[in-house]
């Protein structure tokens, strides 16, 4: 094992996305940490608004509040598990699980496109779609409508989080419908599936 940052130069090849399972309110010192050993980090953000006693400020927050994205070779885990505030790399038993690059360029177009984020509950019923114009153009995921207004669900299926973009009812473009069954019922209120049929 080669000394300090060398040991990412050849390890690109087998690198992928993982979940870093942070403590809380740690997400942002740990992206850098990531950073500033030469680590690919994404940490998405969105804006909330915040009451205060007198007024309301927006401020913000992480999209998965614990988790912090980034791109390395799991055989060299270690270096990323020194860093203050990482509890682990999120799997299944032990053995870490890599997240679907997919997953992740559709969450991290998303943040780009500017369009109103928010974090949402995981579904798993729902007609799947692909937004053919506008900023998410090629980006596939669930389509719901919310008092009225339309939203792409995107998920990072590992965590069983989503997050839900607004998009406009014109970009959108069905995919074949892929129901599946859940292990629990859906318990969000107000949520509407949209039937793209």
Not at 131 to 151: A, Y
Request: proline share 7%.
């Amino acid at each position: 094992m080669t000394v300090g940052g060398d040991w990412l130069k050849d390890e690109k090849v087998d690198s992928k996305w993982y979940a870093l399972r942070v403590r809380s309110r740690h997400e942002d010192a740990v992206a850098k940490h990531l950073d500033a050993r030469g680590l690919e980090s994404f940490l998405p953000l969105y804006k909330s608004q915040r009451r205060w006693s007198d007024r309301f400020k927006e401020i913000e927050v992480p999209l998965f509040p614990g988790y912090v994205f980034c791109h390395f070779n799991i055989m060299n885990r270690l270096p990323i598990l020194t860093i203050p505030g990482v509890v682990h790399v999120v799997g299944t038993g032990k053995i870490p699980a890599p997240i679907d690059e997919s997953e992740i360029a559709a969450i991290q177009v998303a943040v780009k496109s500017g369009l109103p984020t928010e974090p949402w509950p995981s579904l798993c019923v729902g007609d799947r779609v692909r937004i053919e114009h506008g900023p998410l153009g090629g980006v596939e995921g669930v389509l719901l409508g919310v008092r009225g207004r339309q939203r792409l669900l995107l998920s990072v299926t590992l965590l069983q989080r989503s997050v839900a973009v607004q998009v406009d009812e014109a970009w959108v473009h069905p995919i074949a419908l892929q129901h599946r069954t859940c292990s629990a019922p859906l318990t969000s209120q107000g949520i509407l599936i949209q039937s793209m049929g």
